[in-house]
Nanobody, 126 residues
Framework: QVQLVESGGGSVQPGGSLRLSCAASGGTFSRYVMGWFRQAPGKEREFVAAISRSGGNTDSADSVKGRFTISRDNGKNTAYLQMNSLKPEDTAVYYC???????????????????WGQGTQVTVSS
């Protein structure tokens, strides 16, 4: 059983940057695929990015490609989401998720993740 805690959210102007962190405890971090999802007001939660157990492979949604980068540090039991060139439409609650058995073709499917953090708010506004 792994516990996840997100941090790093906040308010930023369009074009700005934020780095989200997801700290894991209670499990062997390197066993888990890590994902980031987000949910904007009135919308369904959607996939943002995911990273393999070793960090060697990543996937991301088309809406964030070239702007957001997912990474992980297995020595620190932490996953990151570097967000650059932020837009107002990136405003959402961002969640990290973990799963130890998920396969790559399912990385974007939130129902495949067993463990979730509580979320961190990101607001992009001028």
């Amino acid at each position: 059983q792994v516990q996840l805690v997100e941090s790093g959210g906040g308010s930023v102007q369009p074009g700005g940057s934020l780095r989200l962190s997801c700290a894991a405890s209670g499990g062997t971090f390197s066993r888990y695929v890590m994902g980031w999802f987000r949910q904007a007001p009135g919308k369904e939660r959607e996939f943002v990015a995911a990273i393999s157990r070793s960090g060697g492979n990543t996937d991301s949604a088309d809406s964030v490609k070239g702007r957001f980068t997912i990474s992980r540090d297995n020595g620190k039991n932490t996953a990151y989401l570097q967000m650059n060139s932020l837009k107002p439409e990136d405003t959402a609650v961002y969640y990290c998720a973990a799963d130890s058995t998920i396969i790559r073709s399912s990385w974007a499917l939130q129902r495949q993740y067993d463990f979730w953090g509580q979320g961190t708010q990101v607001t992009v506004s001028s």
